[in-house]
């Protein structure tokens, strides 16, 4: 059994291909186009090969977050909030 323990969050920029990302908490942050229209969000979760970034977004019908996908890089995530809209 291998323990996976993160003592910090990983280096996200605050600007990707032209899409915003603020900090929201330690593992999770907002993605906003250039007109600052929230279109998702992306969380962290450690993994033993390293850290994975799932792009999510708000299903109001469910009232909760969907998971769109999980990626190696923080661009793929974000491009995939972007081509899913």
Not at 8 to 32: D, H
Not at 50 to 65: I, K, M, P, T
Not at 68 to 73: A, E, K, N, P, V
């Amino acid at each position: 059994m291998t323990i996976v323990t993160e003592t910090s969050a990983p280096a996200v920029p605050s600007l990707v291909r032209g899409m915003r990302l603020l900090r929201v908490s330690a593992r999770r942050w907002r993605v906003l186009d250039r007109r600052g229209v929230v279109i998702g969000h992306i969380a962290t979760d450690a993994a033993p090969e390293g850290v994975r970034f799932r792009a999510e977004r708000f299903d109001l019908a469910a009232a909760r977050l969907r998971g769109l996908g999980t990626f190696w890089r923080v661009e793929e995530a974000v491009d995939c909030l972007r081509y899913l809209r």
